[in-house]
């Protein structure tokens, strides 16, 4: 009897550590973490992440993953499709209607002239940048217009941003008219030097300008000399010395490239989760 009680004890015993053990193996394989690659996301292939990268599309160099354009390509994306793909086309003027006629017509006529005459953006081409600035004067919120130009240097083979004009707001001008009463205006001396921004600036978003506004860097070396007449320029680096202007960052930033004699382009950004995204054309206009 004894060794009867004693071998269903033990079958109970190993009854319930086989059911923890299979408990257990259950459990891990349900808390088990499997990693699997994703595809990226067509929209983040299709992004145009920089004015560079809009460039070397626009000149049908590259395909979005970054391969150099070949034959097999081209079959598959004609340039008139690839160059559509950089206007905003969100725009309502690009839905032929008879408002939208003129612009429509316009664009058409572009794309065909730059595929017919293989148009490419020259890697000097003239680029400005029209840049908003977020800043607090006296605990007020503010927004300075800056308008930059890329500068190319040939004796040096770089090139450097310079800004070409500054327009501040009407309540700060008129605050500050004094210094021109006064004319309490800096003219260009032996110590001047012209100096600049990185010409790669516009990749973060123009911050070395914002660096520059904030840590009390000369104002006048970042202007190109054609301006440095100019009132605003005075006024922002006297409110600037006095510690009455700090600037928060970029708000805005637009960039206009000429791509031919008789054509300008405008560019901005738009971050959204869709393949017309990134750096895209927002307006065509005659020169």
């Not at 054609?226 to 922002?236: A, D, S, V």
């Not at 008789?262 to 950004?269: D, K, M, W």
């Amino acid at each position: 009897m004894k060794r009867i009680l004693i071998f269903i004890f033990w079958g109970i015993i190993h009854n319930s550590l086989a059911q923890n053990s299979e408990a257990k193996s259950t459990s891990d394989s349900i808390s088990a973490v499997v990693f699997t690659k994703q595809p990226v996301e067509s929209f983040m292939l299709w992004q145009i992440k920089s004015i560079n990268e809009f460039i070397h599309r626009f000149n049908y160099e590259v395909f979005i993953d970054g391969e150099k354009m070949n034959d097999s390509l081209q079959i598959l994306y004609p340039r008139s499709q690839y160059i559509l793909k950089l206007f905003n086309e969100d725009d309502e003027r690009l839905k032929m209607t008879e408002k939208t006629q003129l612009y429509f017509i316009k664009v058409n006529q572009f794309i065909s002239m730059i595929c017919e005459e293989d148009i490419k953006i020259d890697k000097q081409a003239k680029l400005s940048a029209n840049v908003k600035l977020e800043a607090f004067y006296k605990e007020k919120n503010v927004i300075l217009d800056i308008l930059l130009q890329k500068q190319y240097l040939k004796k040096e083979g770089s090139a450097r941003w310079q800004i070409t004009n500054i327009s501040l707001p009407k309540e700060i001008i008129e605050e500050h008219q004094r210094l021109i009463e006064r004319k309490d205006i800096t003219t260009t001396d032996s110590t001047y030097i012209e100096e600049g921004l990185s010409p790669n600036a516009q990749d973060i978003a123009f911050s070395p300008l914002v660096n520059a506004f904030n840590q009390g860097k000369d104002i006048v070396s970042l202007c190109n000399q054609t301006i440095l007449k100019h009132q605003e320029i005075y006024i922002l680096e006297k409110i600037l010395r006095l510690s009455l202007l700090k600037v928060k960052g970029t708000k805005d930033i637009s960039f206009k490239i000429s791509v031919h004699k008789n054509y300008q382009i405008e560019i901005r950004e738009f971050m959204r989760e869709k393949e017309n995204s990134g750096w895209l054309i927002t307006d065509l206009k005659l020169n």
